[in-house]
């Protein structure tokens, strides 16, 4: 099945209607537009959890990675005895292969070894032809595990970026909680801003992180010449930390409320000739 008969028909199934693809006007829309038309190179390094380390590194210094501690072709090849008590295991191909080690007296090996597994035989692509993902050989990564002082959980700030320009920014809230995840959308003055994409808003509003004007200028130079990406930041303890680009958001079928930013968002991607 081509991509765009298959992005068409997951589309109306999850969206209710109709994929525009030949003029699209709305967010979700282009996004799937891009997925087809837009298949620069470079996105697969950049959607590769391990090679972009090095071009982050390149651009912004070394001092905004995560530290590593190891990178594996094989889930036999981690040697735990070496690692410390506390860590992070990650799939370097996909979204959600990812496993948390809060304490090794504790850690499920055999479970984290059966996710893991799963995952590295998956072709990401194939969920959403999300085209990035195609060729990227997959590997696992040890990073450090972080924590922040100051929060229950580790934020992230996710800047959208219209053609090297951060229009909106988000946050994601309780994602540990039984009543669900939160996504609070801000603006470039950090004011909430009036919509819901698919997860309710939390209610509240948190703090500005420090790095804010940094945030911003790192989003602008990753972003540059990029119709569509979303940039990643950690903030733990008052240091600014890289977390990962993301083309497709929500695989482009996350709905708004109200509808009108889906147009509104819309507006924002202009779409290479």
């Known amino acids: 099945m081509s991509d765009k008969t298959f992005l068409s028909l997951v589309y109306r199934a999850r969206m209710g209607k109709k994929l525009n693809i030949l003029n699209p006007k709305t967010f979700n829309e282009k996004l799937q537009w891009l997925k087809i038309y837009d298949r620069n190179p470079l996105y697969t390094t950049l959607v590769d959890k391990l090679a972009v380390r090095k071009y982050i590194g390149h651009i912004l210094g070394e001092e905004c990675l995560i530290p590593i501690l190891g990178a594996y072709d094989s889930f036999d090849e981690i040697d735990f005895e070496n690692l410390p008590n506390q860590f992070v295991l990650k799939c370097t191909h996909d979204s959600g292969g990812l496993v948390i080690c809060k304490n090794k007296r504790k850690f499920d090996k055999e479970a984290a070894r059966s996710k893991i597994n799963r995952c590295l035989k998956r072709n990401y692509f194939y969920h959403g032809r999300e085209w990035p993902y195609k060729n990227v050989k997959p590997h696992i990564i040890c990073e450090q595990y972080i924590v922040n002082e100051n929060y229950a959980e580790l934020n992230d700030f996710k800047f959208m970026c219209f053609n090297g320009e951060p229009k909106c920014s988000f946050v994601c809230l309780n994602r540990n909680s039984p009543a669900g995840l939160n996504v609070d959308f801000y603006d470039m003055d950090w004011n909430p801003m009036s919509f819901e994409r698919h997860y309710p808003r939390s209610g509240t509003i948190i703090e500005k992180p420090k790095n804010f004007t940094k945030m911003i200028e790192f989003s602008k130079q990753l972003s540059k010449d990029i119709p569509f990406l979303r940039v990643d930041?950690?903030?733990?303890?008052?240091?600014?930390?890289?977390?990962?680009?993301?083309?497709?958001?929500?695989?482009?079928?996350?709905?708004?409320?109200?509808?009108?930013?889906?147009?509104?968002?819309?507006?924002?991607?202009?779409?290479?000739?």
């Not at 600014?240 to 509104?264: Q, S, V």
């Open 233 to 273: 930041f950690y903030e733990v303890n008052g240091v600014l930390y890289f977390g990962e680009l993301t083309f497709y958001p929500g695989n482009g079928f996350e709905e708004f409320t109200p509808e009108e930013f889906d147009y509104a968002l819309g507006e924002w991607i202009r779409l290479p000739l």
